[in-house]
Every structure is written in C-alpha cells, then in structure tokens.
C-alpha cells in the first residue's frame, strides 16, 4: 500500500526538499506528491504537460507513462521522457528521473526541463538551477 510520506529527502532541480509536504503549489495545488510504499521504497507522482496544458505525461511510483495527447512528440527511454526540439530534431530531455542509489543522497532526484502546468505556465528544474515563469495578462 502506497501512502503519502513526510520524512523524505529528494531533489528537484537544484533544491533539495527534506520532509517538505507540498513540494511545489500552483493555485493551491502541489505539483508533485511523493508516497512510499509499506516496504520503504519511496515513490514520486506527478503530470507532465506541454505548453497548451494537455497531459503529455504521468509519472507514478517514478515510473513514466504516457500520458495522451502528441503522443509521437515524444519518446520514453526509461528513466527520461524525450521530445523535439523546435525544429523538429529529437532529443531534448524533458524529465530526468533518478532513485535510490543513482539519486544519493536523496532518494529521488528529479530533472525537469520545460514542465508546465495545467495552465501552460513554465517550470524549470535542472540540476543547477529550479526557475518558475509567471505572466500576467
């Protein structure tokens, strides 16, 4: 049974989050969500959507799945999610997922390049930098 953890280390982007319940908030709901199974595996959920704000993506027990629409954009060469560039050239890696041993020392470590939200507004997490854009109209 998975249940929703709050003694954890895992980073995301260049933070690092130690026993932080809501990692990441917009509009009053956390991004991500971490969980950890009754055998201590601890596991990430979270959406990956593309800039119009359809779900591309879903990460769940720092698995990757696909998630709907463009669907050919992408690809999935575990433990990332790739998609295209601009002009149209494979390669640029959207989600970066590590754990356990490869994320030491926190127990996942989570790169993301051009996330969205829902809303479409861009959130960067690399691995030395994390960087939200908000826009106003």
């Not at 991500?32 to 993506?57: Q, S």
């Not at 998630?67 to 050239?89: C, E, F, L, M, T």
């Not at 989570?110 to 691995?127: C, I, N, Q, R």
């Amino acid at each position: 049974m998975w249940e929703v953890e709050d003694r954890f280390k895992i980073k995301i982007g260049g933070i690092t989050f130690i026993n932080v319940p809501n990692l990441v908030v917009y509009k009053g709901q956390s991004l991500f969500t971490v969980k950890r199974h009754d055998d201590g595996y601890l596991g990430i959920y979270f959406d990956i959507y593309n800039p119009k704000g359809y779900k591309i993506a879903t990460v769940k027990r720092n698995e990757i799945y696909y998630g709907g629409k463009d669907k050919d954009r992408y690809q999935i060469d575990a433990p990332q999610i790739n998609g295209y560039s601009p002009n149209g050239r494979r390669g640029i890696v959207i989600c970066d997922l590590r754990k356990r041993e490869d994320a030491h020392p926190a127990e996942i470590d989570v790169a993301v390049l051009h996330l969205y939200t829902p809303a479409g507004k861009v959130f960067e997490a690399t691995p030395d930098r994390t960087t939200y854009w908000v826009t106003t109209s």
